[in-house]
């Protein structure tokens, strides 16, 4: 199946700096999602991004399918931004369905 | 609108006994998914329904796990026999079109420990 590679693996920031997050995909993608895991559990959805480029306040995200890897952008980052990012695609030559592969995250922590 | 619920949000009990976790997906999706969270596997697929019905439930650890989906808007997995292994956060998620050039909505999780 595809394998989805998450870098870095820890990330430590001040409070107010930028960063960016990757994801690299072994296989082609028809779906790719970026999540926030929050302190209290909760899986967040921030993009639906199987190609191109978002942006959604301070974050933005692009998937650049040919090259099989998105990143993801944090700026001017908060305390709230804390937590665990996750990328997860399903493999389009996979399964005739949805099956989200994830990646082992990135845990952010952002201090004041 | 209301996103997928789940429930119970916390669930303790000892080794043996039957558990039963509980889904609302959002309404008018026809894809449900249950997945399930471990730190040594992270998030891993359990079993997808489509318009109700059972697709893939290749991801069922064994035969203590059971999922069912009665109608459209309903959704259970149960462990009976619970082990302490089964101990995670499992989470259900739905979506439209059995979630192919569609986003899956997460629910809260149900965080579960067995004694």
């Known amino acids: 199946g595809i394998q989805v590679e998450q870098s870095p693996p820890d990330l430590i920031l001040q409070e107010g700096a930028n960063s960016t997050l990757r994801c690299n995909f072994s296989?082609?993608?028809?779906?790719l999602q970026w999540f926030h895991q929050n302190p209290w559990g909760q899986l967040i959805n921030l993009f639906y991004?199987?190609?191109g480029t978002k942006q959604n306040g301070r974050l933005s995200a692009t998937t650049v399918a040919t090259e099989r890897y998105s990143l993801l952008y944090i700026s001017s980052s908060q305390t709230t931004d804390s937590g665990v990012y996750f990328c997860?695609?399903?493999?389009?030559?996979?399964?005739?369905?949805?099956?989200?592969?994830f990646g082992q995250g990135t845990i952010l922590t952002v201090h004041p | 609108d209301a996103g997928v619920i789940q429930s119970p949000r916390h669930e303790v009990t000892e080794m043996g006994q039957e558990v039963t976790l509980r889904c609302k997906p959002i309404?008018?999706?026809?894809?449900l998914f249950w997945y399930r969270q471990t730190m040594m596997r992270g998030l891993e697929l359990l079993i997808y329904?489509?318009?109700?019905?059972?697709?893939?439930d290749s991801g069922m650890p064994e035969d203590r796990f059971s999922a069912k989906m009665p109608n459209a808007s309903f959704s259970t997995l149960k462990i009976q026999p619970s082990e302490p292994r089964d101990s995670a956060v499992y989470f259900c998620?739905?979506?439209?079109?059995?979630?192919?050039?569609?986003?899956?909505?997460f629910g809260d999780g149900t965080r579960l420990s067995i004694l």
């Open positions: 997860a695609a399903v493999n389009a030559g996979g399964t005739s369905y949805g099956k989200l592969t």
């Open positions: 329904f489509n318009n109700n019905v059972p697709i893939d």
């Open positions: 296989d082609s993608v028809n779906n």
């Open positions: 998620a739905s979506s439209l079109g059995g979630g192919l050039g569609q986003p899956q909505h």
């Open positions: 309404s008018g999706h026809n894809s």
């Open positions: 991004i199987p190609s």
